[in-house]
């Protein structure tokens, strides 16, 4: 187990590999852990030391932060990666980001390109409209009270949207759910919420990659379309048998993409679509 100190409060995260830096950022009311396979998985490439955080208000990181109504947000989690990387000495390494963090992932290539050799981005949303109702009803601080205080509620809901997850991602989430604090619960998934990245993404000119499971009912796989028709460098992967965790659903294929795309040369062509 592995930290530093930031201006937020300790960052967890967590490291195995050797070789050229990547960066795993995980998405809402999750951890680092999500990626543990996948760490392994690219860390027996042997050229690659693997990095997987923990976002502030979730994981092992620091819960009770100094301004809570702005630590929990997408471009104070930007920062958060800013500075891990300023920590560790990594000048610059490609980016992947499950869900929430792959939002976070694209807004730190856009605010800090110099820093960001590849981006990826795993059923994330681009536009906060496309997330589940029950993910946007989150946001709102007196919803998320309720919930906090009446964990049925919670479970209740979490249910229903993993009813069709396998055993193994319901057991991660209601796990990573109990680290999780009611601030970063509710203030993050408010500011992803209202996230729009459409007007942003032209500006994107590095290689970029999307995966999005067809049947996630978490963040709308609309997402791909939006991010293949306003990014200039992007590549499209939709994993048909994949809902919101295509590490865990479809771990071999999820893992095959991702090292075949950190492996592509800076001036392949990545203008695809890959549908099967």
């Not at 964990?151 to 999780?180: E, H, Y």
């Not at 048998?241 to 295509?246: G, L, W």
């Amino acid at each position: 187990m592995s930290s530093i100190v930031t201006e937020q409060g300790i960052l967890h995260y967590e490291s195995i590999g050797r070789g050229q830096p990547i960066i795993l950022l995980h998405g809402w009311i999750n951890s680092w852990d999500v990626w543990r396979e996948s760490m392994i998985a690219l860390a027996s490439e042997r050229k690659y030391r693997v990095y997987a955080l923990d976002f502030w208000g979730f994981g092992d990181s620091a819960k009770g932060t100094g301004d809570a109504a702005s630590a929990f947000q997408i471009s104070s989690y930007v920062e958060m990666v800013r500075q891990f990387m300023d920590t560790l000495g990594i000048l610059h390494a490609p980016v992947a980001g499950h869900s929430m963090g792959g939002t976070v992932a694209l807004q730190l290539a856009l605010n800090h390109p110099e820093r960001i050799k590849k981006v990826a981005v795993v059923g994330s949303p681009i536009i906060g409209s496309s997330l589940n109702p029950f993910l946007k009803l989150a946001g709102y601080g007196w919803i998320a009270e309720l919930v906090w205080r009446y964990p049925f509620i919670r479970s209740t809901i979490m249910r229903i949207l993993l009813a069709g997850d396998s055993k193994k991602v319901r057991q991660m989430i209601f796990r990573d759910v109990q680290r999780t604090s009611i601030e970063s619960f509710f203030r993050s998934i408010g500011d992803l919420r209202d996230t729009d990245l459409r007007g942003e993404l032209g500006k994107l000119t590095i290689q970029t990659l999307g995966i999005y499971g067809t049947r996630d009912n978490i963040v709308s796989p609309t997402n791909a379309e939006l991010l293949i028709s306003k990014t200039k460098c992007a590549e499209i992967t939709m994993m048909e048998h994949s809902r919101h965790f295509p590490m865990t659903d479809e771990p071999e294929r999820f893992v095959s993409t991702l090292t075949r795309f950190m492996s592509n040369h800076e001036g392949d062509s990545l203008r695809l679509a890959d549908a099967n």
